[in-house]
């Protein structure tokens, strides 16, 4: 796994890097994970199911990453879900167990 292996390298540089579907970064004291929708019409409904799943996605990868762990300690964790990759709009963020939407996203 060559890829894992460099992005964990970035990582404990403080840089952001892709793993699988999500993409993992640092700002400040928190690390952030972000996540693509695969869908072009999103609700709020789809956007949390969604939201739920790139955290099962990540907690499964924290839980089998020894390296990963070590990079992201006890660090507070900030989920995000956004429309393409780059520079996407955001759909939803979860921080602190708060949901926080887009403007444009409907019930």
Known sequence: MPDLKNALL????GIGAK?????IG???DSFYVTAVSR???VNKPLALAE???VKKIFTEGLTSS?????????????FHLATYEGNGVGICSEVNGI????????D
């Open 10 to 13: 970035l990582l404990k540089d």
């Open 19 to 23: 793993i699988g579907d999500l993409f």
């Open 26 to 28: 640092k700002e400040n």
């Open 39 to 41: 869908h072009y019409i």
């Open 51 to 53: 939201l739920e799943e």
């Open 66 to 78: 020894v390296e990963l762990q070590e990079i992201i300690g006890g660090s507070k964790i900030d």
């Open 99 to 106: 949901i926080k939407w887009s403007s444009w996203v409907k």
